[in-house]
């Protein structure tokens, strides 16, 4: 077949244009996948510095046992490849406000709030007592909270379900939780109370580190679900 130069370059235009939309279509299609939505938790362990809050029986200061706890979630979390933001790290003290502006920068989608007590048993969930309202662009920095309410009891919801099915025993409770009244997300304070049998028999402390370990380990596990069902805002 012999071709006229007008022929061939007409070819070969053709040809040129084809390719190019081969390679754009084949980028397109290459594009890597959005980046999955941003998911924080923020750890608070209670007391600190010179508040050492409640004393166990062994003589443990509170303030110890939340920040060892802390340490034990916050690895059980960051294995689970969600990024943790902690209040504290060390021994040191933290006001209310500083706890509740390290929550709110870090847009975190759970916040718990470590306690822990010698009085009951299995774990303690609380929530704000704050009535449930309507969120504005500027809401006030002692009822932030009442914006979350809903998401938190929601939160609550999923953490005592986990730990109910782990065979924890579980209080829930509403009450005033300064700190946490200042947060702007979803937010549970989690007290740790003693382990007993079904007779009231004293099985472990809550500085125990197998006990403290097993519950963490609930905890990480509901906190993977709630991001996993895509139960954050």
Request: a neutral charge; aromatic letters at 4%.
């Given at each position: 077949?012999?071709?006229?130069r ?91 406000d ?42 006030p ?39 946490i ?44 679900e ?8």
């Amino acid at each position: 077949m012999h071709w006229s130069r007008r022929e061939f370059r007409a070819v070969c235009l053709a040809v040129i244009a084809a390719g190019l939309c081969v390679t754009a279509c084949g980028v397109r299609a290459q594009a890597p996948p959005a980046p999955p939505a941003r998911f924080v938790v923020v750890i608070d362990a209670a007391h600190g510095g010179d508040d050492t809050g409640g004393h166990l029986s062994d003589g443990q200061y509170e303030k110890a046992v939340t920040l060892a706890l802390s340490v034990r979630l916050r690895s059980l979390l960051a294995a689970r490849g969600i990024q943790v933001v902690t209040t504290r790290e060390a021994d040191q003290s933290v006001s209310m406000d500083q706890r509740a502006m390290i929550a709110n920068r870090a847009s975190a989608q759970a916040c718990i709030s470590l306690h822990v007590a010698e009085t009951g048993s299995g774990v303690h969930l609380f929530v704000s007592n704050l009535a449930p309202a309507a969120a504005t662009r500027f809401m006030p920095w002692k009822t932030a909270q009442a914006a979350w309410v809903t998401r938190s009891l929601a939160l609550t919801g999923a953490l005592n379900s986990a730990l109910t099915h782990a065979g924890t025993s579980v209080t829930l409770g509403r009450a005033p939780l300064p700190g946490i009244d200042s947060m702007s997300c979803p937010a549970v304070a989690i007290e740790l109370a003693p382990e007993r049998t079904a007779d009231r028999k004293l099985t472990a402390e809550p500085d125990n580190a197998d006990y403290q370990a097993q519950v963490a380990g609930v905890l990480a596990a509901a906190l993977l679900e709630w991001r996993t069902e895509g139960r954050q805002p």
